[in-house]
């Protein structure tokens, strides 16, 4: 591989377990991949864990190196596997290397053990909690079909316990879409979770589990209701939480406004740089593309590196860009959508384009409605203030922070009161898009966290 093929880093999610998982989530598309693997023990071999952490770690032209765990359910490949991976990260470590370690987990196998390690090695955990007990056992059930709530919120006590970082992952779907708020305050008052990220169920009809067919299933939430679900959260959050509860799709919104990249791969231009590696090795585009045309190679018979900068893998990410209909190219909100991730791609526009994002109507009425508050926030980050500065101004004048912000011609007065032209103050993030470098220095105080997690969590 030459120095111009390289990549300056990528994204390897590990499933350690494969599809193998304790429960059977009724809308897990996961699920269904064990039948890639019909004679597969569904155990990633210490010998492969060597390998795994090796290439990675070789492969990596960052200082940080984030190894990412997912499933199936990860913990079930013991402790004693996430304790020789901690070794093996020290026997390769380059100097100045620094580790994030990262797990998604259903949570219903964790006790003191396992929350001390994490403590110890500074893991940073993803807690999957679909909000109040009757919401979330409504799809979480283990193999019986018995709920989970219980044994998920013990889990969340335990990381608290221990002082384990961690976020909540929670799926909206249709169970749950018509209670945003009911949903928000449980996690943000009863779990005491200081980061949420939602993830809209998009579940294709069938039993492939792959991104195929262009219908979806009844426990799919519906794509105006996810847009609802998001403004009903949004303006509960902009008027009491902002600088202290974060939401991810909030924090992507805040970095488009200001010119900054988000990092999270679903809102990128293109992609292709979170990939998904399989238990016995197997390298996939995407985590969400876990099938046989989207298989790049194995490891053990081609370097990790050379798979991610090969040009099927390039053409993967590409393509996210290159199959953009006309009517999103259009779309005065594409600069924070960038059409969200290719497998929601499967309608048609209202002029007969194929390749419109199932959850368009959802996420184009949502980035309209925050329009005004981005515009403050992102300015106040500009200006060396703090966001939440948002708040004050929109109880002070009765929630209209989105519609006053929203409204100024360019040559208009600002509404915040500082006597500047509304384009020489906040409406100055138009400028700011043009110039995407303009707002790089606001990066590290947006989203560092989801940075270094996105991929895991998407």
Same mark, same amino acid.
């Given at each position: 591989?030459t120095?111009?093929?390289?990549?300056?880093g990528?994204?390897?999610?590990?499933?350690?377990t494969?599809?193998a998982?304790?429960?059977?989530?009724?809308y897990?598309?996961?699920?269904?991949?064990?039948n890639?693997?019909p *004679?597969?023990?569904f155990?990633?071999?210490?010998?492969?864990l060597e390998?795994?952490i090796?290439?990675?770690?070789?492969a990596q032209?960052?200082?940080?190196?984030? %190894?990412?765990w997912?499933?199936?359910?990860p913990t079930l490949?013991?402790l004693e596997f996430?304790r020789?991976?901690?070794?093996?990260?020290?026997k390769?470590?380059?100097?100045?290397?620094?580790f994030q370690n990262?797990?998604?987990?259903?949570g219903?196998?964790?006790?003191d053990?396992?929350?001390?390690?994490?403590h110890?090695?500074?893991?940073l955990?993803g807690?999957?909690?679909d909000?109040?007990?009757e919401?979330?056992?409504?799809?979480?059930v283990d193999?019986?079909?018995?709920?989970?709530?219980?044994?998920?919120?013990k889990?969340?006590?335990?990381?608290?316990?221990?002082k384990?970082?961690?976020?909540?992952?929670?799926?909206?779907?249709?169970?749950?879409?018509?209670?945003?708020?009911?949903v928000?305050?449980?996690?943000?008052?009863?779990v005491?979770?200081?980061f949420?990220?939602? %993830?809209p169920?998009?579940e294709?009809?069938?039993?492939?589990?792959?991104?195929?067919g262009d219908?979806?299933?009844?426990?799919?939430?519906?794509?105006?209701?996810?847009g609802?679900?998001l403004i009903?959260?949004?303006?509960?959050?902009?008027?009491?939480?902002?600088?202290k509860?974060?939401?991810?799709?909030?924090?992507?919104?805040?970095?488009?406004?200001?010119?900054v990249?988000?990092?999270?791969c679903?809102?990128?231009?293109?992609?292709?740089t979170a990939?998904?590696?399989?238990?016995?090795?197997?390298?996939?585009?995407?985590d969400h593309?876990?099938?046989?045309?989207?298989?790049?190679?194995?490891?053990n018979?081609?370097p990790?590196?050379?798979?991610?900068s090969?040009?099927?893998q390039?053409?993967?990410?590409?393509d *996210?860009?290159?199959?953009?209909?006309?009517?999103?190219?259009?779309?005065?909100?594409?600069?924070?959508?960038?059409?969200?991730?290719? *497998?929601?791609?499967f309608?048609?526009?209202?002029d007969?384009?194929?390749?419109?994002?199932?959850?368009?109507?959802g996420?184009?009425?949502?980035f309209?409605? %925050?329009?005004?508050?981005?515009?403050?926030m992102?300015?106040e980050?500009?200006c060396?203030?703090?966001?939440?500065n948002?708040?004050s101004?929109?109880?002070?004048?009765?929630?209209?922070a989105?519609?006053?912000?929203?409204?100024?011609?360019r040559?208009?007065?600002?509404p915040?009161?500082?006597?500047?032209?509304?384009?020489?103050c906040h409406?100055?993030?138009e400028n700011?898009?043009?110039?995407p470098?303009?707002?790089?220095?606001?990066s590290?105080?947006?989203g560092d966290?989801w940075r270094?997690l996105?991929?895991?969590?998407n």
């Open positions: 591989m120095k111009k093929d390289a990549l300056p990528f994204h390897l999610l590990a499933k350690p494969g599809a998982c304790n429960l059977g989530c009724k897990c598309f996961f699920l269904s991949k064990k890639l693997y *004679k597969s023990s155990r990633m071999s210490d010998e492969l390998t795994y090796r290439q990675y770690v070789e032209k960052t200082p940080q190196v984030t %190894i990412a997912q499933g199936g359910e490949m013991g996430f020789r991976s901690i070794q093996l990260e020290e390769y470590r380059r100097p100045g290397t620094i990262t797990m998604q987990t259903n219903t196998l964790l006790d053990e396992w929350c001390r390690f994490f110890e090695n500074n893991f955990i807690l999957s909690l909000g109040p007990r919401l979330h056992d409504a799809y979480r193999k019986a079909g018995r709920p989970t709530f219980d044994r998920v919120m889990a969340a006590r335990l990381l608290r316990k221990h384990v970082d961690f976020n909540i992952l929670t799926t909206v779907h249709a169970a749950n879409q018509d209670h945003p708020l009911e928000y305050r449980f996690l943000r008052d009863e005491k979770t200081d949420i990220q939602f %993830i169920i998009v294709r009809d069938n039993d492939t589990g792959f991104q195929e219908t979806v299933t009844d426990r799919s939430v519906d794509a105006k209701q996810y609802r679900f009903s959260v949004f303006d509960e959050w902009v008027k009491r939480d902002v600088g509860t974060f939401v991810q799709i909030f924090d992507v919104a805040l970095a488009a406004w200001a010119g990249p988000s990092g999270i679903a809102f990128s231009e293109t992609c292709g990939m998904a590696m399989e238990h016995n090795g197997d390298v996939y585009s995407c593309f876990v099938e046989p045309k989207y298989l790049l190679g194995n490891i018979e081609r990790m590196a050379r798979l991610a090969s040009g099927k390039r053409k993967f990410g590409r *996210k860009l290159d199959t953009l209909p006309e009517y999103c190219r259009r779309c005065e909100v594409r600069f924070v959508c960038n059409g969200e991730c290719p *497998k929601n791609r309608i048609e526009t209202p007969g384009e194929l390749g419109l994002n199932y959850l368009c109507d996420y184009r009425a949502f309209r409605h %925050i329009d005004g508050s981005m515009r403050f992102a300015n980050l500009r060396g203030r703090a966001p939440a948002i708040m101004y929109t109880v002070s004048h009765e929630g209209k989105v519609k006053v912000f929203a409204k100024p011609g040559n208009d007065p600002c915040c009161g500082s006597g500047l032209k509304f384009k020489k409406g100055r993030i700011q898009r043009e110039d470098s303009a707002g790089e220095p606001l590290k105080k947006i966290r270094s996105s991929n895991l969590f």
